[in-house]
């Protein structure tokens, strides 16, 4: 995760040259630094960007693969449903022309 650096020193020198006592100018820059500590402690650095990108990526071919795969079985299933029902179509033609005639 990131580090973000915090001079609580300079913090606190400026609080006691605004007049802030020195122990009260010393809690708020500690106190400011733990809040800055806590805060930055979640974010995500471009590394963990990557990783996440990288994650995502790999899903998605494997939805791909998966998608591809069952498109080609429903590809297979279609013809030969397609080729069943035209050979079926053709016998009844041909079984009714003969009965006909």
Known sequence: MTTLTFDTLKFANRLKAAGVSPGHAEAEAEALSE??????????????????????????????????????KLEMRMTIKLGSI??????????????IH
Do not use: C, P, W
């Open 35 to 72: 809040v800055f500590e806590a805060n930055t402690s979640a974010l995500a650095t471009k590394q963990d960007l990557h990783e996440y990108e990288s994650a995502i990526r790999t899903d998605l071919h494997h939805l791909e693969e998966r998608f591809n795969n069952k498109l080609e």
């Open 86 to 99: 035209m050979v079926i179509g053709t016998g009844l033609m041909v079984t009714l022309s003969k009965l």
